[in-house]
């Protein structure tokens, strides 16, 4: 196993000095729908334009407010920008703007630009406002000459604002624009589908009634597709997968079958942009009236509507707003004459910058293919991701009948292993119904390893995991017990049970597990099976894997807590809060969390400090609470240093601060593993956990011979997990040199290049690699969303 090497500092190189912004403004501004996560992405602009040197400047209602001009155009400054991180909507506001499709409004717009200076735009909407931008740069040059004629502008004005560049950055809830994964809201949105439809569960259930939802998505079915994957929906209508004739029978049938299993509950969601094979509109009233008519259940109608664009934004939009946000200005900053308008994007977890027009462009192909009823052409267009969820709903949402299952005799154990994770119950259920469709009979294992040598074994059924992927916590039970000694037992229960593949679910109890049984695979040849372990924990700390099942329930739990703990400083001035965070080595948790949730400082084991560094830190915050901010948060990994602790960081910033500001300390705690799984880790877990069982019955095949299973290469005990822009299976014994396994993380983790951009947009002056942030690619050519991770939803 490996030592314990002490961490070193991040080697910055291309440093960011490089790239200055004096003498540049940059102008912010959101337009069309508002979405959750808009304000995160303005914020992060101001600071990292004011970072650099540049004048940033806000420009009030979008478009119109270019158009109006005056005050309307403010130059902002980093108060400015404080205490919106956590507030949904834009408080810059937004507005649909018909002067600025005329020439005349495009050219005001113009003409209030260039008395300001401005040839930095940074756009924060969907196709339709980026597509303005775009004509607006490209007709530029000839609005300046126009202005000029008018005797508006001199000659010198016309040539320092010569070029305008611009940026574009995609807020739009419905997920609808091609070249990224994720649009900012989009996570959010679900997030309150999600809680409507916990809510309505329960009402449900005790009613035994049905439920008709309508979700927003004229033209585009991602959220009615993801929620509908995330609380396992009995049916779903999107605008890209128009239900053949008969469907009124087929959905009938299918619901009348539910409750004849005893299910007391039926959800259907529908996206208010649904048709049929004939163009024809299906409702939420038409559903209801239908099911009513032919099954006589009481069917409820509940439609969503703005409530889906309301309230605080999740972590994970917060994160991509910031992220995307400083990307923009360092695009601004290194664009050039001939530089085409980008996009920012995010790609599996990668943020990319693409062509702005061949986005807007495959974006309005899709549009194209529905209207010519080209609908398989729809869903490829709309990429990987899109396809992902709709052929694992398909798989996951209609049981097929004994006979028209595969002809197999294979047993699959599925287990959980470690600490509870919010997550583990959708994989669980993911697997299970996998499997059964695969024709393999299931087996569910309890209390992880130690259930294992124990016997405590049965076969689960899909009816048995109904309901399961809104649940918290692991219903199968896990421990952190490992197998190690109690091999020969395990290998016994194998051959009783006649188990012929192993899915584990788990952290890193289950990472070190799998490894204990492929090394003792020479001794038991009962462990020379196909095994596959799914990454499951919120410390998110397991090598081989960006991304774990659980993190970002725990993440949003510890952004949600922050939130509410410097909401109840509003009426005390100058407080700094200091909150321990979970992760054990590993700082995940408080360092995404941090990002977030906007932390002034977050002390990590990956970046050593001392003492000076924590002077260093209280005289920065005690110096912006004399000038700038009421209120101050501290985030601590709980086992960032042995010596430095909670309660020391605690006495000493109360020290030192006295006069200037006062004190207050939280452990998070257990919290951040209950809890309900947030929208992200249901998918992901679903997702992740049907890929691992489609791997299984591949490797099943491939190992069949003689009569029985038998494989010893080490390529058939793998790790699932999410790489840069992929879902890939790693070898556990090849993992090993990757792995730190006295602290238990990984030797190398991608977070560790968001903290430069943490602590820029907390004002700390730092060296920057302008790799940092994403591994920034510059695409010449967009491609269909190509993306297996597709950012885990």
Same mark, same amino acid.
């Given at each position: 196993?490996?030592?314990?090497?002490?961490?070193?500092?991040?080697?910055?190189?291309?440093?960011?000095?490089?790239?200055?912004?004096?003498?540049?403004?940059?102008?912010?501004?959101?337009?069309?729908?508002?979405?959750?996560?808009?304000?995160?992405?303005?914020?992060?602009?101001?600071?990292?334009?004011?970072?650099?040197?540049?004048?940033?400047?806000?420009?009030?209602?979008?478009?119109?407010?270019?158009?109006?001009?005056?005050?309307?155009?403010?130059?902002?400054?980093?108060?400015?920008?404080?205490?919106?991180?956590?507030?949904?909507?834009?408080?810059?506001?937004?507005?649909?703007?018909?002067?600025?499709?005329?020439?005349?409004? %495009?050219?005001?717009?113009?003409?209030?630009?260039?008395? %300001?200076?401005?040839?930095?735009?940074?756009?924060?909407?969907?196709?339709?406002?980026? /597509?303005?931008?775009?004509?607006?740069?490209?007709?530029?040059?000839?609005?300046?000459?126009?202005?000029?004629?008018?005797?508006?502008?001199?000659?010198?004005?016309?040539?320092?604002?010569?070029?305008?560049?611009?940026?574009?950055?995609?807020?739009?809830?419905?997920?609808?624009?091609?070249?990224?994964?994720?649009?900012?809201?989009?996570?959010?949105?679900?997030?309150?589908?999600?809680?409507?439809?916990?809510?309505?569960?329960?009402?449900?259930?005790?009613?035994?009634?049905?439920?008709?939802?309508?979700?927003?998505?004229?033209?585009?079915?991602?959220?009615?597709? #993801?929620?509908?994957?995330?609380?396992?929906?009995?049916?779903?209508?999107?605008?890209?997968?128009?239900?053949?004739?008969?469907?009124?029978?087929?959905?009938?049938?299918?619901?009348?079958?539910?409750?004849?299993?005893?299910? %007391?509950?039926?959800?259907?969601?529908?996206?208010?942009?649904?048709?049929?094979?004939?163009?024809?509109?299906?409702?939420?009233?038409?559903?209801?009236?239908?099911?009513?008519?032919?099954?006589?259940?009481?069917?409820?109608?509940?439609?969503?509507?703005?409530?889906?664009?309301?309230?605080?934004?999740?972590?994970?939009?917060?994160?991509?707003?910031?992220?995307?946000?400083?990307?923009?200005?360092?695009?601004?900053?290194?664009?050039?004459?001939?530089?085409?308008?980008?996009?920012?994007?995010?790609?599996?977890?990668?943020?990319?910058?693409?062509?702005?027009?061949?986005?807007?462009?495959?974006?309005? @192909?899709?549009?194209?293919?529905?209207?010519?009823?080209?609908?398989?052409?729809?869903?490829?267009?709309?990429?990987?991701?899109?396809?992902?969820?709709?052929?694992?709903?398909?798989?996951?949402?209609?049981?097929?009948?004994?006979?028209?299952?595969?002809?197999?005799?294979?047993?699959?154990?599925?287990?959980?292993?470690?600490?509870?994770?919010?997550?583990?119950?959708?994989?669980?259920?993911?697997?299970?119904?996998?499997?059964?469709? @695969?024709?393999?009979?299931?087996?569910?294992?309890?209390?992880?390893?130690?259930?294992?040598?124990?016997?405590?074994?049965?076969?689960?059924?899909?009816?048995?995991?109904?309901?399961?992927?809104?649940?918290?916590?692991?219903?199968?039970? /896990?421990?952190?017990?490992?197998?190690?000694?109690?091999?020969?037992?395990?290998?016994?229960?194998?051959?009783?049970?006649?188990?012929?593949?192993?899915? #584990?679910?788990?952290?890193?109890?289950?990472?070190?597990?799998?490894?204990?049984?492929?090394?003792?695979?020479?001794?038991?040849?009962?462990?020379?099976?196909?095994?596959?372990?799914?990454?499951?924990?919120?410390?998110?700390?397991?090598?081989?894997?960006?991304?774990?099942?659980?993190?970002?329930?725990?993440?949003?739990?510890?952004?949600?807590?922050?939130?509410?703990?410097?909401?109840?400083?509003?009426?005390?001035?100058?407080?700094?809060?200091?909150?321990?965070?979970?992760?054990?080595?590993?700082?995940?948790?408080?360092?995404?969390?941090?990002?977030?949730?906007?932390?002034?400082?977050?002390?990590?084991?990956?970046?050593?400090?001392?003492?000076?560094?924590?002077?260093?830190?209280?005289?920065?915050?005690?110096?912006?609470?004399?000038?700038? *901010?009421?209120?101050?948060?501290?985030? %601590?990994?709980?086992?960032?240093?042995?010596?430095?602790?909670?309660?020391?960081?605690?006495?000493?910033?109360?020290?030192?601060?006295?006069?200037?500001?006062?004190?207050?300390?939280?452990?998070?705690?257990?919290?951040?593993?209950?809890?309900?799984?947030?929208?992200?880790?249901?998918?992901?877990?679903?997702?992740?956990?049907?890929?691992?069982?489609?791997?299984?019955?591949? /490797?099943?095949?491939?190992?069949?011979?003689?009569?029985?299973?038998?494989?010893?290469?080490?390529? /058939?005990?793998?790790?699932?997990?999410?790489?840069?822009?992929?879902?890939?299976?790693?070898? #556990?014994?090849?993992?090993?040199?990757?792995?730190?396994?006295?602290?238990?993380?990984?030797?190398?983790?991608?977070?560790?290049?968001?903290?430069?951009?943490?602590?820029?947009?907390?004002?700390?002056?730092?060296?920057?690699?302008?790799?940092?942030?994403?591994?920034?690619?510059?695409?010449?050519?967009?491609?269909?969303?190509?993306?297996?991770?597709?950012?885990? *939803?």
């Amino acid at each position: 196993m490996a030592g314990a090497a002490a961490p070193k500092r991040q080697d910055t190189r291309k440093f960011f000095e490089n790239l200055s912004g004096a003498g540049k403004s940059i102008a912010v501004l959101t337009s069309g729908g508002d979405a959750q996560g808009m304000n995160g992405a303005v914020r992060a602009v101001v600071r990292m334009g004011i970072y650099v040197g540049a004048k940033v400047y806000f420009i009030h209602e979008g478009y119109q407010g270019m158009v109006d001009g005056g005050d309307n155009i403010k130059e902002a400054t980093w108060e400015s920008v404080s205490s919106m991180l956590q507030v949904g909507g834009t408080v810059i506001g937004s507005a649909r703007c018909k002067a600025f499709r005329t020439h005349e409004g %495009r050219l005001k717009a113009a003409h209030n630009l260039v008395q %300001r200076h401005i040839t930095n735009l940074c756009v924060i909407g969907g196709d339709g406002s980026l /597509t303005g931008a775009n004509l607006f740069r490209e007709e530029w040059s000839s609005l300046l000459d126009e202005l000029q004629e008018q005797g508006l502008i001199d000659a010198e004005a016309a040539r320092a604002n010569s070029k305008l560049h611009i940026v574009g950055m995609v807020g739009s809830i419905d997920n609808d624009f091609c070249g990224t994964d994720m649009t900012i809201g989009t996570d959010s949105a679900l997030h309150r589908i999600i809680e409507v439809v916990d809510a309505i569960m329960t009402t449900a259930q005790s009613h035994q009634r049905t439920f008709v939802l309508e979700v927003m998505g004229r033209h585009c079915g991602y959220l009615a597709l #993801v929620s509908a994957l995330a609380c396992g929906a009995d049916w779903v209508f999107i605008p890209e997968m128009p239900p053949a004739d008969g469907w009124e029978d087929d959905m009938c049938q299918k619901l009348s079958e539910n409750r004849a299993d005893k299910k %007391r509950l039926n959800i259907i969601i529908v996206a208010e942009g649904a048709i049929d094979s004939h163009n024809k509109a299906i409702t939420p009233d038409y559903i209801k009236d239908l099911v009513v008519r032919c099954l006589g259940f009481d069917t409820r109608v509940t439609i969503l509507g703005h409530v889906q664009r309301g309230g605080t934004p999740s972590a994970f939009d917060r994160i991509l707003a910031s992220r995307m946000g400083v990307e923009a200005v360092l695009a601004l900053l290194e664009a050039s004459t001939n530089t085409p308008a980008c996009v920012v994007s995010l790609v599996g977890n990668q943020a990319v910058r693409l062509p702005l027009m061949e986005c807007v462009q495959m974006t309005q @192909e899709v549009q194209k293919a529905m209207d010519e009823k080209k609908f398989d052409e729809a869903v490829r267009l709309r990429g990987r991701s899109f396809q992902n969820n709709l052929n694992t709903y398909r798989l996951l949402s209609h049981r097929r009948a004994d006979s028209e299952l595969p002809n197999s005799s294979f047993n699959v154990a599925v287990m959980n292993v470690g600490a509870p994770a919010a997550g583990m119950n959708a994989a669980v259920r993911s697997a299970v119904r996998v499997g059964i469709s @695969e024709g393999h009979k299931m087996f569910a294992v309890s209390d992880g390893f130690e259930g294992f040598y124990k016997g405590q074994i049965k076969e689960i059924k899909w009816g048995d995991v109904g309901g399961w992927t809104g649940r918290g916590g692991s219903l199968l039970g /896990t421990k952190r017990t490992l197998p190690g000694k109690h091999l020969d037992k395990i290998a016994e229960q194998i051959k009783i049970h006649n188990i012929n593949a192993l899915l #584990v679910i788990g952290g890193f109890e289950a990472y070190v597990g799998l490894l204990e049984l492929s090394s003792a695979r020479d001794k038991y040849s009962e462990f020379c099976v196909p095994m596959v372990m799914v990454p499951a924990t919120v410390s998110n700390n397991i090598p081989g894997s960006d991304l774990s099942i659980g993190s970002d329930t725990a993440l949003n739990a510890i952004t949600d807590t922050c939130d509410r703990i410097k909401q109840s400083a509003s009426g005390t001035k100058r407080r700094v809060f200091i909150i321990e965070t979970m992760g054990g080595y590993c700082g995940y948790l408080a360092t995404v969390g941090g990002l977030a949730a906007g932390a002034d400082a977050v002390y990590i084991y990956e970046e050593p400090f001392d003492i000076r560094d924590l002077q260093a830190n209280v005289e920065h915050l005690t110096h912006k609470m004399k000038t700038s *901010i009421q209120r101050g948060l501290v985030l %601590r990994n709980e086992n960032c240093n042995e010596n430095f602790t909670t309660d020391f960081i605690y006495q000493l910033y109360s020290e030192e601060g006295r006069g200037v500001f006062d004190c207050r300390m939280n452990v998070l705690g257990h919290m951040q593993q209950g809890g309900a799984p947030s929208p992200f880790d249901r998918n992901f877990g679903t997702k992740v956990a049907a890929k691992a069982v489609q791997w299984i019955s591949r /490797t099943l095949k491939d190992s069949y011979k003689g009569g029985r299973v038998f494989t010893s290469s080490e390529d /058939t005990a793998c790790l699932l997990g999410m790489r840069r822009r992929a879902l890939v299976f790693q070898p #556990v014994s090849q993992l090993r040199d990757e792995t730190d396994f006295v602290h238990r993380i990984p030797k190398e983790q991608w977070w560790l290049k968001l903290r430069p951009l943490m602590k820029i947009l907390a004002k700390y002056k730092t060296s920057y690699d302008v790799s940092d942030l994403g591994q920034l690619e510059h695409v010449t050519r967009i491609q269909p969303k190509e993306s297996d991770a597709s950012s885990a *939803i």
